[in-house]
């Protein structure tokens, strides 16, 4: 196993059970109204030492979200190598970083561009739906996308969404796993301190 290299780690939660738990209640909130852009600063402790160490290199949303939902049974993949984040998962959480992304519990990819295909990661099955991957991917706006229209659970009618930065082909991949619910991939979009849930029982409307 690597070492962890102290000199470079950056503080985890200043009160770890507490924290955590008020960083995953907003998480199901974002997953439980998708769409919504919520501001996870709101549930982070005031750690200036962590997020000065995160400036420039991971949203603190998508580092905060990684570190309340990780721990030593969910393998993390990190899709640009990253030694800093990788550290602070395994010293903090202490998550197992893989190179296999169909291994991953969780991935963060910093790229949304250039990400993956979604069929590069676990779907779960139809007797484990909940072994498949959450993605937590960094765009650059939560706003200012091609607006489309998402429906499902969680939306009243119709909320209309712009998030920037993914390829055209992400969204014909995931609506074609429409087709294997129960299972699928549930995702969180990031930018800075906020963050979109859209999980696989969101519908969106794509040309």
Not at 17 to 46: M, T
Not at 128 to 145: I, K, M, W
Not at 175 to 191: E, K, P, Q, R, Y
């Amino acid at each position: 196993m690597m070492q962890i290299d102290m000199t470079t780690l950056v503080p985890g939660f200043n009160d770890p059970v507490h924290d955590a738990q008020r960083v995953f209640r907003a998480l199901l909130d974002a997953l439980s109204r998708p769409g919504s852009l919520l501001a996870i600063d709101a549930a982070l402790p005031d750690n200036h030492a962590m997020r000065d160490g995160l400036a420039g290199r991971v949203p603190l949303a998508a580092f905060a979200a990684l570190l309340a939902l990780a721990d030593y049974s969910t393998p993390v993949f990190i899709e640009r190598e990253d030694a800093v984040l990788g550290d602070a998962l395994r010293f903090h959480a202490s998550a197992p970083l893989t190179r296999d992304r169909r291994a991953a519990a969780f991935a963060y990819i910093d790229d949304a561009r250039n990400m993956p295909s979604l069929d590069a990661f676990s779907h779960g099955d139809p007797e484990s739906p909940e072994a498949s991957a959450t993605l937590f991917v960094r765009v650059p706006s939560l706003t200012d996308g091609e607006p489309l229209v998402w429906s499902g659970p969680g939306i009243a009618q119709t909320r209309t969404v712009g998030i920037a930065g993914l390829p055209r082909r992400f969204w014909h991949e995931r609506a074609a796993l429409a087709t294997l619910f129960s299972c699928g991939i549930d995702c969180c979009f990031v930018a800075g301190g906020s963050l979109v849930g859209l999980p696989r029982t969101t519908h969106v409307e794509v040309n």
